[in-house]
């Protein structure tokens, strides 16, 4: 039976007259890896600020390993590690002295080699005595990991932990966050704005928008049985849509152009309708598809 | 968690280098003040005494240690506050504006105790400062010109307070001292609880001893039902233990009100800090 680490209901947050987070719930189940999908400014940073009490929620319940955060904050915040925004660490003081001094307040004891085992699993070995003010945008947020593991945490929450980084560094936090997931069984949960990312790592996700949550469920289901926006680009697009209309009855094309014709359709049959096409003569210039989930969330980008 | 925290405290505040502009500008400052004295001091003591000379015949040393720490503590504990602020108003709003205190606040401590660890530490700060006043003012002052009684120039008069009999007034001087800075570092504390950036705070801080100085200082009758309440008004009351007979009840009052302030703008920073959204 699966254990909830995470369960959020009807999470608000406003600031002044603007309201942040309107109705966020989600819940995260025992090592997965949970992707927390929106656009800039769905509310992601500060849903997971009020999960960590860093900010008071106006209305809702936060249950986080069945703890309530605001009656057992201390009890709770001891078994997550978390990166929040960005990996902040005092500038004038070596990546070793860092990890020790939040260390000293993250709730267990870890040793001296602990910290320096934690640095080498980061890939931040030989650079533990540098001032935190000489690190690289990818160091940095390898020491935001390493703060966030130094402890052994059962959760894991990482607020775009890939923002800002070049490919490799995306590849190697990835592969990191994998690391703890399979080899370690760390709950993890993932803020992100890229579908492409959260597909990749998250075995279940939510996506929210304008402060709400839109669809929450596993990411297998939510991409690949969805249906497929196709856009064919035709010769003679009337023609195309009228025999749409006359053989695939329950298709609507949702835009036509000149030479192009977009509609939503189930995967298996997009071969149909190019056959359908060629058969009556029409010519096939290209075929996109897309799925519908990703179609969506795109537009959902695309409008702010 | 409370101590673990404050060691943190101490460790961030000697590795921050703004930390020792404080001690370098009390030892600059000092130096200065004794440099000068020891090379000139005889004619601005002559010119000090110059209207007692037809009644009183003054022998010994006058200029010794023990006028140079009353002459440098009344010189400088209306300046120190800014050195105490420069540390102590940065505690809350700096690790805010870097983005640090989101990263504490993520930790199992409470909110109390990180406020709680940031006081003790900036009282720490606080003492250690002092001490160094102290230190540069009453030792050095020893060294530099030696022992000898004292001559102080009060409203009631001239006082002279024999060589022995001085040693615990300053002790006791130097623990007001330090009393009043404290107050003044709560208060930069509380002004930092609410501010998310550095220079705020310090810059509030020192507006508000100009403003209480001032209106200590203006013998306005509107004003005048405030002054005994002001924290710039006790900051002096180290002066009333060079009295004879020394003014218990006045600096018993006083010791109440620093501390009145201390307790006052400690609570209001605990509340704040309490209900406080990290956003930065």
């Not at chain 1, 709770?76 to 929040?84: A, E, F, N």
């Not at chain 1, 297998?220 to 003679?236: A, I, P, R, Y």
């Not at chain 2, 968690?1 to 001690?23: C, D, H, Q, V």
Request: glycine share 8%; with cysteine; charged share 20%.
């Amino acid at each position: 039976m699966n254990e909830t680490v995470v369960s959020v209901k009807g999470l608000k947050k406003s600031f002044k007259a603007f309201q942040a987070v309107k109705n966020v719930s989600f819940s995260v189940q025992k090592n997965d890896v949970f992707g927390f999908l929106g656009p800039n400014g769905a509310g992601k940073s500060t849903s997971l600020r009020c999960m960590l009490s860093l900010i008071k929620a106006d209305a809702g319940e936060i249950k986080l390993f069945g703890d309530d955060i605001r009656s057992n904050r201390s009890k709770v915040l001891s078994k997550i590690g978390s990166i929040i925004e960005k990996p902040d660490f005092y500038k004038y003081l070596s990546a070793y002295k860092n990890l020790e001094l939040l260390a000293r307040i993250s709730g267990s004891s870890v040793s001296k080699s602990e910290l320096y085992d934690i640095l080498d699993f980061v890939g931040l070995q030989g650079r533990e005595k540098h001032k935190f003010r000489t690190f690289s945008h990818g160091m940095k947020q390898r020491l935001g990991i390493a703060q966030a593991l130094m402890h052994n945490p059962e959760l894991i929450i990482l607020d775009e932990p890939t923002t800002g980084l070049d490919p490799q560094g995306i590849v190697d936090i990835r592969n990191l966050i994998l690391k703890l997931s399979k080899e370690q069984g760390k709950t993890v949960i993932l803020s992100s704005h890229q579908l492409a990312e959260i597909e990749m790592i998250a075995n279940r996700m939510v996506i929210i928008n304008k402060g709400e949550t839109l669809i929450e469920g596993s990411v297998h289901d939510l991409l690949n049985s969805s249906n497929m926006v196709v856009k064919f680009q035709l010769d003679d697009t009337n023609r195309g849509e009228k025999l749409l209309v006359n053989d695939f009855a329950d298709v609507n094309v949702s835009k036509a152009s000149a030479n192009e014709l977009e509609f939503e359709i189930e995967k298996i049959r997009i071969a149909d309708v190019a056959e359908c096409f060629v058969k009556n003569n029409l010519r096939i210039y290209s075929i996109e598809q897309k799925r519908k989930l990703e179609d969506y969330f795109i537009n959902m980008i695309e409008e702010g | 968690m409370l101590l673990k925290n404050t060691w943190n405290e101490l460790i961030k505040i000697l590795a921050k280098p703004r930390s020792y502009i404080g001690f370098g500008a009390l030892t600059l400052l000092i130096g200065v003040i004794l440099v000068a004295m020891k090379a000139d001091g005889q004619s601005f003591i002559s010119f000090v005494t110059a209207s007692f000379e037809q009644t009183l015949s003054f022998n010994g040393e006058i200029l010794n240690g023990n006028l140079m720490a009353f002459v440098i503590l009344q010189m400088l504990i209306i300046h120190v506050p800014l050195l105490v602020a420069l540390v102590t108003g940065d505690l809350v709003s700096g690790e805010a504006a870097m983005g640090t205190l989101r990263m504490m606040a993520t930790k199992p401590i409470s909110r109390s105790a990180i406020l709680g660890s940031k006081l003790l530490a900036g009282a720490i700060y606080t003492f250690l400062l002092t001490l160094w006043m102290a230190f540069m003012a009453y030792g050095v002052g020893q060294w530099m010109f030696g022992a000898g009684d004292l001559i102080v120039l009060n409203n009631d008069g001239l006082v002279i307070i024999p060589a022995d009999d001085i040693m615990w007034r300053y002790f006791y001087g130097f623990g007001l001292a330090y009393l009043s800075l404290l107050a003044v570092a709560t208060m930069s504390i509380c002004f930092s609880v609410f501010s998310d950036n550095s220079i705020g705070p310090i810059v509030s801080t020192m507006a508000v001893i100009i403003l209480f100085t001032i209106i200590g200082s203006l013998d306005v009758s509107s004003f005048n039902t405030l002054q005994p309440f002001l924290l710039t008004t006790h900051m002096s009351s180290w002066r009333s233990l060079f009295e004879m007979p020394v003014p218990i009840d006045s600096i018993l009052n006083s010791i109440y009100i620093l501390l009145f302030h201390i307790v006052g703008f400690a609570g209001i920073s605990f509340w704040r800090f309490n209900k406080k959204d990290i956003n930065t």
